[in-house]
Antibody
């Protein structure tokens, strides 16, 4: 059974960066399309960007352009989302989702990122 | 980016009621519209894809319709486990910014 296994919770200082990982188990990594979606406390879902490893390039929501980098490492079947210049408003649960780049029937459990001084 | 607008933002209903949630896209997305259900503390669950296709394992009381800019999610007879928040999301490949609607919280009356 295919699963997306995310890295654990993080606590970061304002201005720093965070990298969250998402490892695929049980399926062919290169055919996946990964998206990253975040959800601030009590708020809705916010799509951040996507990568299709076999293509290599990523697309980002305009809101996060310049602050987010999504990458994929085929050798470890892992996708990464790095968010820089963190501020308190970035406190959220970050989800990876797939396997189709636009339709998400598989989700990780989420990674809580807390930004606090 | 394409904007997705859901209505209502919240809704109170009773077990057995028929409920409809609407979603409007700021430009045509053909049939590229998905619906998700989310319960507190859990990841979203895909219910409907491509506007009207029922995801495997989802009860048949859920249905979706629409095309272009206007879409609906209907629950034909609410069950206790259906009280949750519902999101629409556009998945149009020409606009690979897979925006979500703001959500509709369905509560017990």
């Amino acid at each position: 059974q295919v699963q997306l296994v995310q890295s654990g919770a993080e606590v970061k200082k304002p201005g720093s960066s965070v990298r969250v990982s998402c490892k695929v188990s049980g399926d062919t990594f290169s055919t996946f399309g990964f998206s990253w979606v975040r959800q601030a406390p009590g708020q809705g879902l916010e799509w951040m960007g996507r990568i299709i490893p076999i293509v290599g390039s990523a697309n980002y929501a305009q809101k996060f352009q310049g602050r987010v980098t999504i990458t994929a490492d085929e050798s470890t079947s892992t996708a990464y989302m790095e968010l820089s210049s963190l501020r308190s408003e970035d406190t959220a649960v970050y989800y990876c989702a797939g396997p189709n780049s636009g339709t998400f029937d598989l989700w990780g459990r989420g990674t809580l990122v807390t930004v606090s001084s | 980016d394409i904007q997705m607008t859901q209505s209502p933002s919240s809704l109170s209903a009773s077990v057995g009621d028929r409920v409809t949630i609407t979603c409007r896209a700021s430009q045509s997305i053909n049939y590229s519209l998905n619906w998700y259900q989310q319960k507190p503390g859990k990841a979203p669950r895909l219910l409907i894809y491509a506007a009207s296709s029922l995801q495997s394992g989802v009860p048949s009381r859920f249905s979706g319709s629409g095309s272009g800019t206007d879409f609906t999610l209907t629950i034909s007879s609410l069950q206790p486990e259906d009280f949750a928040t519902y999101y629409c999301q556009q998945s149009h490949s020409i606009h690979p910014m897979y925006t979500f609607g703001q959500g509709t919280k369905l509560e017990i009356k």
